[in-house]
């Protein structure tokens, strides 16, 4: 159970930055188009990768493994949030705006969503959590913070 648990923290970070990621150019674009994006398109990338989580939970009923999931993922987005908009760009204000909270309810919901929604499917490719997987996870989120944080150091803008 303790490597189910550090799997979903380094999905949660990679997928937090992943998502991050994608929606840095259009949300500094228009904050409005970037709000409309983190609202459609993360949802969508948060759910593959909750479904990657749960699918792995080793034990046999996976709502509890959407619940654990759940909290996880929601914890890692409030802290990251707080890292990403105060420690990293030095912009608490532009954090805490309704969407915010919906994104929250968001990742707090997918997993269930993909609990009783793909069911059939996440026990159809159950299975354990695998050293790869954790190289796999721990490569997409090292590469997309590092990218994030070098876009924001060096100024790199559209």
Not at 7 to 34: C, D, Q, R
Not at 119 to 148: H, M, N, P
Request: with cysteine; charged share 10%.
């Amino acid at each position: 159970m303790k490597a189910w648990i550090l799997y979903n923290i380094i999905v949660g970070f990679a997928v937090y930055w992943m998502s991050n990621l994608i929606l840095w150019f259009p949300w500094s674009i228009n904050p409005v188009l970037g709000m409309t994006l983190m609202l459609t398109v993360s949802p969508i990338i948060w759910l593959i990768s909750t479904f990657s989580c749960i699918r792995t939970f080793p034990k046999k009923n996976i709502l509890i493994g959407a619940v654990y999931n759940s909290l996880i993922f929601l914890v890692i987005a409030v802290v990251m949030d707080y890292v990403f908009f105060g420690l990293i760009r030095n912009a608490m204000e532009q954090l805490y705006h309704p969407t915010t909270f919906y994104g929250y309810g968001f990742v707090a919901s997918i997993p269930f969503i993909a609990a009783f929604g793909l069911r059939k499917k996440i026990e159809e490719r159950k299975g354990d959590v695998r050293q790869s997987d954790f190289v796999k996870a721990g490569t997409t989120g090292l590469v997309c913070f590092g990218s994030l944080t070098l876009i924001i150091i060096l100024g790199i803008e559209i």
